[in-house]
């Protein structure tokens, strides 16, 4: 621990995909980014004490507990983590928010509209206490889209004219993989539109200065039945004998409106044979666009609509020069970061705006924002794609 900084104490609640990823950012933050309090990994949550034992002292967790509501009142916890199904997040933040807990929770930030209001409203509350909240849309913290977003506020493609956002994947694109909790909308709230979905809608918002203010859905549920998993670690499983309902869509295809009134077009999937982790998107302004693939995930494509038709063509930007975001702190140029990196890059955002006092950013009204988005595209595609406004 360095001697002249103060530490901030730190409890997870989940363990799995999330929680390791979650777990090497706060354990490498500090290490790489000068930071104005040193986070502490005090206290990891799960109801199995044997395994959240095991994955404690893999992960780098001082201790143990099975309850969360013990760990909100702990004294050496400042800061509560949820990497939780979704069905438990709005219970466990506002309970922590209450305890006067700084709150960082996964996306979506709710399955429902009405939990998500539940959640701003004590995000809100608990501002005016000093206690500050974030939602956890990780790719806003790759460098490329966040030089992206620094580009079109520089004004670099003029005025947006038009958006493509897809997320592609295919785990679930072989009709025998296992049924997980993510099939459940009880636990997850929706399938691909809520797990990935939600991703591609705040990076519109994101990097645009946008939000959506109205959408046209269509969503799809391609099979019906799976086997029920028998044993299940990130997104893949094994399936036993017995089948179970799909009870969330499979892939969600929606069009939009920002605020502006510029158009956009959104697909999320988990069938795309081929596309692992295919987040997409481009942005066509006035004069110039955006594109970037999670998939190349250091570079930027730029073209720039006012230089000459003889040389014009698109730019292919590698973002992983010192003066790019977020850059200084690791590799030489040309030595790309990886998909952990953004979560380092958040909880660097989260210690250093907790440090000043200030609240960081995506903030719950943030949060709750995307989830309308998300119900405005469930109500649509039940009412046979009419276009839905999104109410604030």
């Known amino acids: 621990m360095s001697e002249d900084k103060p530490r901030i104490g730190v409890a997870m609640i989940g363990y799995a995909f999330m929680g390791r990823a979650h777990s090497q950012a706060w354990r490498n933050a500090h290490r790489f980014f000068d930071l104005p309090l040193e986070p502490h990994m005090a206290v990891l949550v799960g109801r199995d004490e044997q395994r959240a034992t095991s994955a404690a002292r893999q992960l780098g967790w001082d201790a143990v507990e099975t309850d969360w509501r013990r760990v909100i009142e702990r004294e050496d916890v400042d800061v509560v983590d949820i990497c939780t199904p979704g069905d438990t997040h709005a219970e466990i933040a506002v309970a922590a928010l209450e305890a006067g807990k700084h709150v960082l929770v996964e996306k979506p930030m709710a399955n429902t509209v009405a939990e998500a209001e539940t959640m701003a409203a004590a995000a809100n509350a608990a501002r005016g206490r000093g206690v500050h909240s974030m939602v956890g849309f990780t790719y806003r913290r790759v460098p490329a889209i966040k030089l992206a977003q620094q580009m079109v506020a520089e004004g670099r493609i003029g005025e947006v004219r038009q958006v493509r956002a897809q997320y592609l994947q295919d785990w679930l694109a072989d009709a025998d993989a296992p049924l997980s909790w993510r099939l459940d909308k009880e636990k997850a709230g929706s399938g691909a539109l809520g797990d990935i979905g939600a991703h591609i809608i705040d990076l519109t918002q994101f990097v645009t200065g946008q939000r959506i203010a109205g959408v046209s859905g269509m969503l799809d549920t391609f099979v019906a039945e799976r086997p029920v998993a028998e044993s299940f670690s990130g997104l893949h499983g094994t399936g036993g004998t017995e089948r179970g309902p799909v009870t969330v869509d499979d892939a969600a295809m929606f069009l939009g409106r920002l605020s502006s009134g510029a158009p956009a077009v959104f697909e999320a999937t988990r069938f795309a044979w081929g596309r692992k982790n295919a987040i997409r998107i481009e942005v066509n302004g006035s004069t110039g666009s955006l594109a970037f693939d999670f998939e190349d995930m250091n570079v930027l494509h730029y073209y720039d609509a006012t230089e000459s038709t003889e ?20 590799w030489p140029a040309g030595h790309g970061l990886g998909y952990e990196h953004g979560f380092v890059h958040q909880a660097v955002d989260l210690v250093r705006a907790l440090g000043a006092g200030e609240d960081p950013t995506p903030s719950f009204e943030d949060g709750l924002h995307v989830q309308r988005v998300l119900d405005a595209i469930e109500r649509s595609s039940a009412q046979h794609s009419t276009y839905t406004e999104i109410g604030d």
């Open 311 to 330: 040389t014009a063509g698109f730019r292919r930007i590698l973002v992983t020069e010192p003066d790019h975001p977020y850059i200084e702190a690791w």
